[in-house]
């Protein structure tokens, strides 16, 4: 049975700093990977899709690495800002039977201040 | 605006009553899905549709009913329901792609704070 986790649960950074949001799966025979965000009351937001063949995925100061070996994937946020403040989820594409469905972990509550 | 949207916003209801849960998306997608989000807890799959066939329902207690009347509309009928069933619920959707093809991701909407007294 597929787990995800999120380490850590809460994070609290000066602005400006880079940060690393780890997510680590149980099984690795994932399709893909999925990095969103969710800000406070509201639904989430995808950021980054890293297909099964690859090993990262960019977008502006966002950059997602997968090691499907190891079963890890770490989201990197370089030069972090006070909007970069919401709550990642991390989501890993499972077969479960005949189905494909996302498993997703807890996430990470991340808090940058001014 | 991620072209999903979800009504209504907030929702309290007593356990004896009856409601709805309504999503529509304008993407064009062919899937659809309702989630459960609880306080420290996962997101929970409930259901999926894709083009209108119900394809999975995560033994979802039966007061929980939904509806796709066409590709772009998404109901969660919900009746007698328990406290513990407050929750965020989600919909979303995607573009699913036949099997073996690389997947897209999933768009949600602002979802429904329920909360069930």
Not at chain 1, 19 to 35: G, M
Not at chain 1, 47 to 63: A, D, K, P, V, Y
Not at chain 1, 87 to 98: E, H, I, K
Not at chain 2, 107 to 112: D, E, L, Q, R, V
């Amino acid at each position: 049975k597929q787990e995800v986790t999120q380490i850590p649960a809460a994070l609290s950074v000066p602005e400006g700093e880079n940060l690393v949001l780890n997510c680590s799966f149980t099984d690795s025979a994932i399709y893909n990977l999925q990095w969103f965000r969710q800000d406070p009351g509201k639904g989430l937001t995808s950021l980054l899709l890293i297909q099964s063949s690859q090993r990262e995925q960019t977008s502006g100061r966002l950059n997602a690495s997968l090691d499907k070996s190891s079963g890890r994937s770490t989201l990197y946020i370089a030069a972090s800002q006070p909007g970069d403040s919401a709550t990642y989820l991390c989501a890993v594409g499972s077969n479960a039977g005949n189905n494909r469905k996302l498993i997703w972990g807890l996430g990470t509550s991340l808090a940058v201040n001014p | 605006e991620t072209g999903v949207t979800q009504t209504p916003r907030h929702l309290v209801m007593g356990m004896t009553n009856k409601k709805s849960l309504k999503c529509e998306q304008h993407l064009g997608h062919n899937a659809m899905y309702w989630y459960k989000q609880s306080a420290k807890k996962p997101l929970e799959l409930m259901f999926v549709y894709n083009f209108k066939e119900q394809t999975e329902n995560n033994s979802v207690p039966s007061r929980f009913s939904p509806e796709c009347p066409n590709s772009s509309h998404l109901f969660l009928h919900l009746h007698t329901l328990q406290p513990e069933d407050s929750a965020l619920y989600l919909c979303a959707s995607s573009q699913e792609m036949a099997s073996g093809a690389d997947q897209e991701t999933q768009y949600f909407g602002p979802g429904t704070r329920l909360l069930v007294l």
